[in-house]
């Protein structure tokens, strides 16, 4: 007996194509919350938002957007060179020598603790919480949680204990890592998209049209970075800040809706992942 999709279980048919366009960093500064907040409430085509708790705006994004599908983008990093924030908690693996946040993925994996990831990423979510957010999902900044094994148990153990879905990477490089990413959220009950888009560092609005036209049935998640233009955004992202500036035009295109439309893609958010996992 074929096993039901995750889009019939979602009430749709089995070829439906759903499509979740999240708008990542939340918090990460102010022109990203003003951004992120004109493509929820007048944009054309983005459904959730995932917040960066540590982050210095991350307060004011909780009070502009707490109505909408929020996720916690669960932060372990702190790239920019001259632009750096601290974990919640103490853990000594958590930080660097000037006691900020590891800048790359590679010195977060080689560096981290379990124990202290586990601690600073459940702090973020009960922040979140805090702050009045009706957290939707988790995802992971710069992939750090679904990278290594020990830390991608910790992503399900707080995806079950919060009773929320994840955001998971595509199947293909789930299989290249090896340790069973996506058979081991199912048997936890942890519900997470079908397949992935993975644009950065491309344009959203390109990546959009070559990918739209065969998107496979099912649920697929995408993501954007949108920020603001200005001296900000200029100041503390000297390398991709023309492709933030433009993910916030693109996010506002209603001609990239337009082309959802024409290929029958339904939009919708990691609310409703959420709702069927709890009520699972």
Same mark, same amino acid.
């Given at each position: ?22 708008? $990542? ?40 957007? *707490? ?28 930080? $660097? ?22 601690? +600073? ?12 957010? $009706? ?66 560092? *491309? ?24 920020? +603001? ?12 800040? $023309?492709?933030?500036? =433009? ?5 506002? =295109? ?27």
């Amino acid at each position: 007996m074929a096993q039901t999709s995750l889009a019939e279980r979602l009430g749709y048919g089995a070829d439906d194509r759903l499509l979740i366009v999240n708008c $990542d960093d939340l918090g990460s500064s102010h022109g990203a919350n003003a951004a992120i907040h004109r493509a929820l409430v007048y944009g054309a085509i983005s459904t959730s938002a995932s917040l960066m708790v540590p982050c210095p705006w991350a307060r004011e994004a909780a009070c502009l957007l *707490k109505p909408f599908p929020i996720g916690v983008h669960l932060t372990l990093t702190s790239e920019y060179a001259g632009y750096r924030w601290r974990g919640l908690t103490e853990g000594a693996s958590l930080h $660097d020598s000037e006691g900020f946040l590891w800048p790359t993925n590679p010195a977060a994996l080689a560096q981290l603790r379990a124990a202290d990831a586990h601690a +600073e990423c459940h702090a973020q979510i009960a922040t979140a919480l805090a702050w009045g957010i $009706d957290v939707t999902h988790l995802d992971t900044h710069m992939n750090v949680l679904q990278d290594r094994s020990d830390l991608f148990d910790i992503y399900l153990d707080l995806a079950a204990e919060f009773r929320l879905p994840v955001r998971m990477l595509s199947p293909e490089h789930t299989d290249r890592q090896g340790f069973d990413a996506r058979a081991r959220a199912r048997a936890k009950g942890i519900i997470c998209n079908d397949h992935m888009i993975d644009q950065w560092p *491309k344009f959203t609005r390109d990546m959009l049209a070559q990918e739209i036209p065969g998107l496979p049935p099912g649920v697929t998640a995408t993501y954007a970075h949108p920020v +603001e233009e200005g001296t900000e955004l200029r100041a503390y992202d000297r390398h991709s800040a $023309d492709l933030r500036a =433009d993910d916030a035009e693109c996010l506002m =295109d209603t001609g990239v809706a337009t082309l959802l439309e024409r290929h029958n893609v339904t939009r919708i958010s990691f609310r409703e992942l959420r709702e069927l996992q709890r009520a699972s």
